[in-house]
């Protein structure tokens, strides 16, 4: 079936740090979101991209859905420890109105105060 | 407006038993998701619905898993007979289903099922 490919799978950086990761997929992606997941928690989104090229900012995160339609990245500047969490790409087909959304295999993210 | 709202939110049984999980849409969403996250496997989509019939089950693991949405604002996921590899968080979610912003889903907190 189809796949996005989501890197890297985890991440253990410094506080103050920023963080990068992001979403490939081989396919064309009409919507392109961006969800964390807490612990013990079901996944919330975050940011929400509809256009090729967009960029999108929300407080210290920002996402771009790349112009290729067919990648998106995630940041996350000056990370804090309630940064920690499970990452998640989630993407809908171009060629598809389905409603259905694809999701990547997730980020594992981990901030050393 | 409540959320997606799942219950119970911890269940555990025994080997053999049957397993009902619950699920209530937010009001006015005309897709229902029903999603499995395990570590090993992560997040799969197992099942969903639009207007309360079901349109992609091919996610659905074996027989002994079934779903139904008998209205709009309610669904079940039931196991029969449970296995211990069947053990895992099961998320229901929902959204509006249309492009443009109305794709977006909306998770409820999740079941966490230990099968023993």
């Known amino acids: 079936g189809q796949q996005l490919n989501q890197s890297p799978q985890s991440m253990f950086i410094q506080e103050g740090e920023d963080v990068s990761m992001n979403c490939t997929s081989s396919?064309?992606?009409?919507?392109w979101l961006w969800y964390k997941q807490d612990p013990g928690e079901g996944p919330v989104l975050l940011i929400a991209?509809?256009?090729?090229?967009e960029l999108t900012s929300n407080g210290r995160l920002t996402a771009q859905f790349g112009i290729t339609r067919k990648d998106s990245f995630l940041n996350i500047s000056a990370s804090i420890p309630s940064d920690v969490g499970i990452y998640f790409c989630?993407?809908?087909?171009?060629?598809?109105?389905?409603?259905?959304?694809?999701f990547g295999q997730g980020t594992t993210l981990q901030v050393k105060p | 407006d409540a959320g997606v709202i799942q219950s119970p939110r911890h269940e555990v049984t025994e080997m053999g038993q049957e397993v009902t999980l619950r699920c209530k849409p937010i009001?006015?969403?005309?897709?229902l998701f029903w999603y499995r996250q395990t570590m090993m496997r992560g997040l799969e989509l197992l099942i969903y619905?639009?207007?309360?019939?079901?349109?992609?089950d091919s996610g659905m693991p074996e027989d002994r898993f079934s779903a139904k949405m008998p209205n709009a604002s309610f669904s079940t996921l039931k196991i029969q007979p449970s296995e211990p590899r069947d053990s895992a968080v099961y998320f229901c979610?929902?959204?509006?289903?249309?492009?443009?912003?109305?794709?977006?889903?909306?998770f409820g907190p999740g079941t966490r099922l230990l099968v023993l």
């Open positions: 989630a993407g809908q087909l171009g060629s598809s109105n389905t409603g259905k959304l694809i």
């Open positions: 009001s006015g969403h005309d897709y």
């Open positions: 396919s064309i992606f009409n919507t």
């Open positions: 979610a929902s959204s509006l289903g249309s492009t443009g912003g109305g794709e977006t889903q909306y």
């Open positions: 619905f639009n207007n309360n019939v079901p349109i992609d």
């Open positions: 991209l509809y256009k090729a090229g």
